[in-house]
């Protein structure tokens, strides 16, 4: 860790010390990953216009969340198995976040459970992914085990309707060792007594979720619901007719349908048909403080990062996580400060010129 000086560099020192079909797992996109590499090209595509003599000597970089508060406006992304990646799976990465004050959204595809990785991360803000199941009373139970432990949100992932043809994976398939590792985020079907293996994960997932299913879910949850996975502004109206508190701009980092719309390029429709209705996040290939500084002018409350966080977890656990978030927070706040900007709630629109196309 100690050799990296950004989030972009974590990636080529992981990929030293990762088994390569883990590597593969992580790092690859579907189809030629287009969208993948699209979604890092849109934060290059804009130009940031900064405001001078402001008389700023800091900034606060607090972000509120669904009734939370992260001490920067970062939530590390649900990743499925990161088990692969390191033992102690997401302990160490759970319990980084709440050291930094950024927020941890727990993978319902998790080789921990819930009320573990909870008390890892006993302080932050915690939200708990799910994919709904195919049992219905399995989903009751994942949300009743969430909102006991204490998470504080639901984000329900919701462009899954199959999996991505990540290409990598295929490749890499035959030695990915799943091996030993478990689901006990999955709660158990009838006549289940051991967690279920990781190897079956899709046997469980209902992939034809409808706009009745998330009503569902939000009627039975006590704990405000987002919708990971949304590009189309119509899906965001949609999403608050439904009850949902919020929406994360995703394309599932290039992981789903090839040659979907950016991340950064879908967020200000998204965000302008949510009006005040939804909170709106970002996911998809921040890495930069300048990055989210975008992601907030262009309406995103707070971004998810994904990747470089599995990075770091290979390359040092909870130490290495944390070493991340340190250099994006530095990095955010840097950007605040020469862009003119005291807050990271007072980014606004007026500090992004035109996109280069």
């Known amino acids: 860790m100690m050799d990296a000086v950004n989030l972009l560099e974590l990636e080529q020192l992981a990929r030293g010390v990762m088994d390569p079909a883990v590597f593969a797992y992580v790092a690859g996109g579907a189809g030629d990953e287009r969208t993948m590499v699209d979604n890092r090209a849109a934060f290059a595509r804009r130009r940031i216009e900064p405001r001078v003599l402001r008389g700023l000597g800091a900034v606060d970089l607090t972000a509120d969340v669904l009734g939370g508060r992260l001490a920067m406006p970062v939530l590390v992304a649900p990743m499925a198995h990161q088990g692969l990646v390191h033992p102690q799976g997401d302990l160490g990465p759970a319990r980084a976040a709440a050291a930094a004050g950024a927020g941890y959204c727990l993978s319902c595809l998790a080789n921990h459970g819930l009320e573990e990785v909870a008390a890892a991360g006993a302080g932050g803000v915690l939200w708990a992914q799910l994919y709904p199941f195919r049992d219905e009373g399995q989903t009751r139970e994942h949300i009743a085990r969430a909102v006991a432990a204490g998470y504080g949100a639901l984000v329900v992932t919701v462009d899954v309707q199959a999996y991505g043809l990540r290409e990598r994976d295929i490749r890499a398939a035959a030695a990915l060792d799943m091996g030993a590792l478990t689901l006990p985020c999955v709660p158990l079907a009838a006549g289940r007594t ?164």
């Open 194 to 357: 051991e967690p279920i293996p990781a190897a079956e994960a899709g046997e469980h997932m209902k992939f034809d979720l409808s706009w009745d299913d998330v009503g569902a879910i939000v009627a039975a949850a006590p704990v405000p619901v987002v919708l990971k996975g949304i590009i189309a502004a119509g899906d965001a109206r949609l999403a608050a007719e439904c009850g949902a508190a919020g929406v994360v701009v995703s394309n599932h980092g290039g992981r789903q349908l090839d040659g979907v719309t950016a991340s950064l390029d879908a967020l200000p429709a998204v965000a302008e048909a949510a009006g005040d209705a939804l909170e709106v996040y970002l996911d998809g290939g921040v890495r930069r403080g300048t990055d989210v500084l975008l992601a907030l002018a262009l309406g995103a409350r707070a971004c998810l990062v994904g990747r470089p966080i599995s990075y770091a977890n290979a390359l040092g656990g909870a130490e290495g996580v944390a070493a991340a978030l340190g250099m994006l927070r530095a990095e955010i706040e840097n950007a605040l400060l020469l862009a003119g900007c005291g807050s990271a709630a007072e980014v606004g629109p007026s500090i992004v010129g035109s996109a280069i196309v």
